[in-house]
């Protein structure tokens, strides 16, 4: 069965292609020891079936410990063509605040071979989301500032007024090699301060204007 994200308002919908962009915060890059971006971003992939929601479901390599990157992340809300000129926050229908775990050892084995980062990003529950807010309901915001709380203890703050590609631009690049469709999703890059995460931490994603605030089980 196809997984589905609820959007307030809406109720429950599909997920499609998830996009993630890396690297997106200078700070994030620089603390892994990575080339902060220049020109365009970093894109890598996330199945469908790695969503799952705050309050618990399916975890694979559920013994190891993660890297938690919280993050905003977009919900498209129309196709958009391949090569369209005229795309930003009008084809995005909801933001909502999610969890991209990282198996960070293995990513770094990867990338030393030179290997893609698959088995690193996307696997079941690798990707954790809040529920959505229309975009409808934000009074046409285009700048988000959140939160990242695990167990009880401040370990990220973001705005993405300090992202280095900034929604529109981010859109725009994706659609210039891949059409977007309705119910894709984009995780649109991680602040500094990633860290360690297992199994029954206990976590909260906190919006800050609009507040929202989401409890959650890994």
Known sequence: MQPTVSIEGFGSTAVGTIYAIGRNYSEHALELGN????????VFL??????RTLAGGALAFASETFHFEAELVLRIGQNVAL???NVGWSSVAGIALGLDLTRREKQNELKSKGLPWTLAKSFAG??????FIQTSELGGQDFF???LLVDGKMRQQGDTRQMIFDVPSIL???SSFNSLLTGDLVFTGTPAGVGAICKGDHFSL?????HRKWDGTL
């Open 35 to 42: 080339a902060v971006p220049v020109g365009e971003p970093v």
């Open 46 to 51: 996330k199945a469908p079936s790695s969503v």
């Open 83 to 85: 090569g369209s000129k």
């Open 126 to 131: 690798s990707s954790l989301i809040s529920p």
């Open 145 to 147: 500032q959140f939160k």
């Open 172 to 174: 725009q690049y994706l």
């Open 206 to 210: 906190e919006l800050t204007e609009p």
